[in-house]
């Protein structure tokens, strides 16, 4: 059986408060044509499915053009588990009826031994979802208590909950069938990201991966950067964009998997090209305009970080003359200077003397006269004087 595994869609998400439906659109457009190019049985979306628990009605109609796509006009089956970020009961509405056509949604903690079960030409395949969920709902769910009796479970951590929970289906396996289970949580070792959300302080949330040994395949959810852990069958496919920019180095991509009849995956990463990058420049305001002019990727997510160490008039204006989707911007060479000059006694007034005088350079598109800089000299330094003389008097 051939399936395609991806995650952490969080359609609907803003950076910046720019919004990246446009961007999701394109991706999710990528994905539907890679399912259909490698002729998949199967996509599995491990997760954070939408960026918040109550959606915006565009990310609600987005989805939903995505699922009939897949379902309806490809026929592929389509298998989902919430994650931290999505609302299980919302988006398990009316899930029973929606398998009928294909749209597999395993939020119900209470029925995690009831796998989805697909055929191919060598025997059936077991879909199991664990949805994300933390130490205290599965206790709900299974009527446990903390400390309760030796031979009770006590689930109190993150990853006692997952060790039930996969002893609870891995109990359930049928002789012959292959198993695959979709999980949305944090193994332990894994490299994070600044754009998860933790699932709990301090820790708690790491789960350790040979809960799920006895898997021929583990669909992981919640991670950003694609990676796996253990074994190469206990996977995170990533997500399929880049949510912030600790991730500018991340590669993202989806995962094509072959199981064969005896359960052993052939694992392929298809790449996926975003409608616009998101990546960093740093340099002097000159070298990035200079570069700009030949810049195919104008249209890039850009967080810039100038070395100039001066004061520059509506730096963001002339930037954005050639990078229209700049996100932040940073002055590490300005913060620098002001971090030396806040070292040196107040008595010298370069620094304010300089950087006024850059200012009125690029206001006035001249530079100050000699009279006109003498002036600013002694109004600086009357100042300068009067606040040595306010802080004298507070100390005495």
């Given at each position: ?142 009527c446990l208590e903390i400390n309760q009796q030796q031979d009770t479970p006590n689930v109190s951590s993150h990853d006692a909950a997952i060790q039930l929970l996969c002893q609870k289906i891995t109990a359930n396996f049928t002789k012959g069938q292959r198993n695959v289970v979709l999980s949305h949580c944090f193994i332990d070792g894994s490299s994070e990201s ?136 940073e002055r590490p060479g300005l913060m620098a200077a002001k971090s030396s000059q806040s070292k040196q006694p107040k008595k010298n007034n370069t620094s304010e003397s300089v950087m006024f005088s850059d200012f009125f350079t690029q206001v006035m598109d001249r530079a100050l006269s000699e009279d006109e800089s003498a002036l600013v000299n002694k109004v600086i ?16």
């Amino acid at each position: 059986m051939r399936f395609l595994h991806t995650s952490d869609w969080h359609i609907g998400r803003a950076f910046h408060n720019v919004s990246l439906l446009q961007d999701q659109a394109h991706i999710l457009q990528q994905i539907i044509a890679i399912a259909k190019e490698q002729k998949v049985d199967a996509i599995l979306v491990a997760g954070d499915i939408y960026d918040r628990s109550v959606p915006p009605a565009t990310a609600v109609e987005l989805l939903d053009k995505v699922v009939d796509e897949i379902v309806n006009t490809l026929n592929i089956a389509l298998i989902l588990i919430p994650g931290n970020h999505d609302s299980a009961q919302r988006l398990g509405f009316a899930s029973r009826q929606l398998q009928r056509s294909g749209l597999y949604i395993l939020g119900d903690l209470a029925s995690i031994t009831t796998p989805i079960v697909l055929q191919d030409d060598s025997g059936e395949v077991a879909f199991w979802g664990i949805p994300y969920s933390d130490p205290a709902s599965v206790r709900s769910v299974f009527c446990l208590e903390i400390n309760q009796q030796q031979d009770t479970p006590n689930v109190s951590s993150h990853d006692a909950a997952i060790q039930l929970l996969c002893q609870k289906i891995t109990a359930n396996f049928t002789k012959g069938q292959r198993n695959v289970v979709l999980s949305h949580c944090f193994i332990d070792g894994s490299s994070e990201s600044e754009s998860e959300r933790p699932l709990s302080i301090g820790g708690a949330d790491r789960v350790n991966w040979q809960h799920f040994e006895l898997f021929d395949y583990v669909a992981l959810g919640h991670l950003h950067g694609r990676q796996f852990k253990g074994k190469d069958c206990i996977r995170y496919c990533g997500s399929p964009l880049k949510y912030s920019f600790s991730e500018e180095k991340h590669i993202k991509s989806v995962v094509i998997v072959d199981l064969d009849k005896d359960g052993v995956c052939e694992i392929e990463q298809l790449v996926l090209t975003p409608l616009r990058n998101m990546r960093s420049i740093i340099g002097q305001l000159d070298e990035i305009l200079s570069a700009a002019i030949n810049d195919p990727n104008k249209d890039d997510y850009l967080l810039v970080k100038l070395t100039d160490s001066h004061a520059i008039l509506d730096v963001m204006g002339k930037l954005r003359e050639f990078y229209p989707n700049i996100l932040h911007l940073e002055r590490p060479g300005l913060m620098a200077a002001k971090s030396s000059q806040s070292k040196q006694p107040k008595k010298n007034n370069t620094s304010e003397s300089v950087m006024f005088s850059d200012f009125f350079t690029q206001v006035m598109d001249r530079a100050l006269s000699e009279d006109e800089s003498a002036l600013v000299n002694k109004v600086i330094l009357d100042l300068l004087d009067k606040d040595q003389d306010q802080d004298s008097g507070e100390r005495g």
